[in-house]
């Protein structure tokens, strides 16, 4: 029997950063290696993201995960054991083979991705190296850029503002953990602000201010006010990056912006957006159209030009074929990597390959619903991905994560590089 032969899978119901039920898997290996991985859950969901698969009924409010635990206790465990957990495409393959459907409906993708990770995680520890360094080798020594929170909105905020992130990025700094330090600084300095202008304090989902603005725009005016607050220069130093996340209050090529109570169309809605790369220093922007306008899209991309990241989430899903059309039809020119969009690892990897195919940039994505799991900040560097989108800058279940790039960053010592403005493949947007 190889050392990474796979020997026990074990699965159990844990909690999010919700209080909302998730699946985390235990993997054992024959050489004793244990690896353990959590998977997290979306409030902004694409429709044709993986589906995580919950119980329904009253209990937990139809969120319990209990069937898709047992399917990891059962079919999925009966599947894999004997197994090596270090050929990662196989394990995969088994797993999407064993669900047998598109979308992981059968099993649950939140089941499948649990085991993936958690296999990984293993195999990593069998070969007792970091998970970063298992996926990557040699080659793990670049350290993401971070896009963090500031501004919470949108179904992170009760949908308090339109615009579902406002964040920054530090193209200026010359380590992961400069860009942190700025990062903190300009957190700190938006809250002073908040509350000098009698806002209400307390944070969204993902641990930014809550919003408290009269537009959307106000929340970009305030944003660059606390960039200047914190002593940094705005799009030279620290620069902005927005989620959109038009799926959420776009359809058929129809946006309703409730703040502001204004319905804008496809095109009306691009140049509200082309006047704040404008006026702004804008350097990524995400889901500026929905998933269902394509063309709409497509014709932003393009009028955009290479002044700004445009970032396809739920236009893309982590989907390598999606992301294979969207560069053919010119929409978008980076992808969101979240690996509970597809349902294993390898799938994640193919949206990640078919990305880097068509000149495409990335960046590996947490979501709303988290937890102290820090896979995602071994396969940014594992996979050399130079962005990384976690949420703010507060709350445990974010900072686990910041917290243990820094680790990496230490312990790559000379060897580390700071992704920095590179990351974007093309000069962060100024006004």
Not at 137 to 161: C, D, E, K, N, S
Not at 184 to 196: D, I, N, Q, S
Not at 231 to 243: H, K, M, R, S, T
Not at 290 to 299: C, I, K, M, S, V
Request: aromatic share 6%; proline share 4%; glycine share 10%.
């Amino acid at each position: 029997m190889r050392p990474t032969t796979i020997r026990s899978v074990h699965a159990r119901r844990v909690w999010d950063s919700r209080g909302r039920p998730t699946v985390e898997a235990e993997v054992k290996l024959a050489d004793g290696a244990t690896g353990c991985a959590i998977v997290p859950a979306g409030a902004s969901r694409g429709t044709r993201e993986a589906l995580e698969l919950r119980d329904g009924g009253l209990t937990q409010g139809g969120l319990d995960v209990l069937r898709a635990v047992a399917n990891v206790n059962g079919e999925i465990a009966q599947a894999v054991c004997g197994m090596p957990a270090d050929q990662q495409a196989q394990l995969d393959e088994r797993l999407i083979a064993l669900d047998g459907t598109e979308s992981k409906s059968r099993l649950g993708a939140n089941a499948t991705l649990a085991v993936s990770m958690a296999a990984a995680h293993a195999a990593a520890a069998s070969h007792a190296v970091p998970l970063y360094a298992y996926l990557g080798g040699t080659r793990a020594y670049l350290l993401p850029m971070p896009q963090i929170q500031i501004f919470g909105g949108g179904a992170h905020a009760g949908r308090r503002v339109d615009v579902q992130d406002f964040m920054v990025v530090c193209p200026g700094a010359h380590s992961f953990a400069q860009a942190l330090e700025w990062t903190a600084e300009v957190y700190r300095a938006a809250g002073e602000l908040m509350a000098v202008r009698g806002s209400r304090m307390g944070v969204a989902d993902e641990g930014g201010w809550w919003p408290d603005f009269t537009t959307n725009e106000q929340a970009l005016e305030t944003l660059v006010a606390a960039i200047e607050r914190a002593g940094y220069i705005p799009g030279e130093q620290v620069a902005i990056a927005l989620d959109i996340a038009a799926s959420e209050f776009g359809r058929a090529g129809r946006y309703t912006l409730g703040l502001e109570a204004r319905t804008l169309d496809s095109d009306g809605l691009s140049e509200l957006l082309l006047r704040w790369l404008d006026r702004y220093p804008i350097a990524s922007i995400e889901d500026p159209l929905a998933e269902d306008d394509p063309a709409g899209f497509a014709r932003f991309t393009q009028a955009a030009g290479t002044r700004v990241q445009v970032v396809g989430d739920d236009f893309l899903v982590s989907h390598a074929s999606l992301v294979k059309e969207a560069a053919q039809a010119g929409a978008a020119n980076t992808v969101l990597l979240k690996p509970n969009q597809r349902g294993t690892l390898t799938e994640t990897l193919q949206a990640w390959r078919a990305a880097q195919a068509a000149g495409y940039a990335a960046i590996v994505s947490a979501r709303s619903g988290e937890t102290e799991d820090v896979s995602i900040v071994h396969l940014a560097i594992g996979w050399q991905v130079g962005q990384l989108k976690v949420g703010s800058f507060a709350r445990s279940e974010r900072m686990a994560k910041w917290n243990e790039a820094l680790r990496i960053e230490e312990r790559l010592g000379d060897r580390a590089v700071f992704a920095g403005a590179r990351a974007f493949g093309r000069n962060p947007g100024r006004p």
